[in-house]
């Protein structure tokens, strides 16, 4: 998970949510919504950090807080993520994100810079995802299944081929760590993130800190 910057909503939610009896169900332009949401996050899920398409077999419109409980957010722009399919053909033990998460509250949300989640979460180096915020912690797997067997390994191999490229250079100064830093994260360039790009982001940020 990393923070997201909302960028502005499309013309045709504003129009939407002007109309009588307007509501997530009738709006009738989430083509647009996809491509808008999808283009904001730069190509990653909102929560796993897998890669996303936008289109309807490629990924969902994630509701933060649940359409169930929080009728009045349901065309709100900052309630709504582009998150991955998570998996949603398979047993619910093997889902994860938005699939797994159903209608069940989560603490953070990583469009709301108050939220801070890239300050709370650690990316292990067996693959594992965990918070410092116990609360947020439990939420990883209880709300969104972070740590199912497929996105482990998918985290420990981005991490893993990433320090094998490493290891082939005999000594690496501070300013090449600084500019794969600025690469993984998304400051060289608009274009699209890497999956599993904030993996990298934590391990280099902490090779830094020493």
Same mark, same amino acid.
């Given at each position: 998970?990393?923070?997201?910057?909302?960028g502005?909503?499309?013309?045709?939610?504003?129009?939407?949510?002007?109309?009588?009896?307007?509501?997530?169900?009738?709006?009738?332009?989430?083509d $647009?919504?996809r491509?808008?949401?999808?283009?904001?996050?730069?190509?990653?899920?909102?929560?796993?950090?897998?890669?996303?398409r936008?289109?309807?077999?490629? $990924?969902?419109?994630?509701?933060?807080?649940?359409q169930?409980?929080?009728?009045?957010?349901?065309?709100?722009?900052? =309630?709504?993520?582009?998150?991955?399919?998570?998996?949603?053909?398979?047993?619910?033990?093997?889902?994860?994100c938005?699939?797994?998460?159903?209608?069940k509250?989560?603490?953070?949300?990583?469009? =709301?810079? $108050?939220?801070?989640?890239?300050?709370?979460i650690?990316f292990?180096? =067996?693959?594992?995802?965990?918070?410092?915020?116990?609360?947020?912690?439990?939420?990883?797997?209880?709300?969104? +299944?972070? +740590?199912?067997?497929?996105l482990?390994? =998918?985290?420990?191999?981005?991490?893993?081929?990433?320090?094998?490229?490493?290891?082939?250079?005999?000594?690496?100064?501070?300013?090449?760590?600084?500019?794969?830093?600025?690469?993984?994260?998304?400051?060289?360039?608009?274009?699209?993130?890497?999956p599993?790009?904030?993996?990298?982001?934590?391990?280099?940020?902490?090779?830094?800190?020493?």
């Open positions: 998970m990393r923070g997201i910057d909302k502005k909503e499309p013309l045709s939610l504003t129009q939407h949510r002007s109309t009588p009896y307007a509501d997530y169900e009738n709006y009738l332009e989430k $647009m919504l491509e808008c949401l999808v283009d904001e996050q730069r190509g990653i899920c909102c929560y796993c950090l897998s890669r996303i936008a289109t309807v077999d490629d $990924m969902k419109i994630e509701h933060w807080h649940s169930a409980g929080h009728t009045t957010e349901q065309l709100d722009y900052s =309630n709504l993520l582009g998150a991955c399919r998570g998996n949603e053909s398979q047993p619910r033990s093997d889902q994860c938005d699939t797994y998460k159903g209608d509250h989560l603490s953070r949300n990583p469009a =709301n810079p $108050m939220h801070r989640v890239e300050d709370l650690r292990e180096l =067996n693959g594992r995802i965990s918070s410092s915020d116990p609360g947020f912690d439990s939420e990883l797997n209880s709300v969104l +299944n972070l +740590n199912v067997a497929f482990v390994n =998918n985290r420990k191999a981005v991490l893993k081929a990433f320090i094998q490229a490493l290891q082939k250079r005999e000594e690496i100064p501070r300013a090449t760590w600084e500019r794969q830093l600025r690469e993984w994260n998304g400051e060289s360039s608009a274009a699209e993130l890497r599993f790009c904030s993996v990298i982001v934590y391990w280099l940020r902490k090779r830094l800190r020493r």
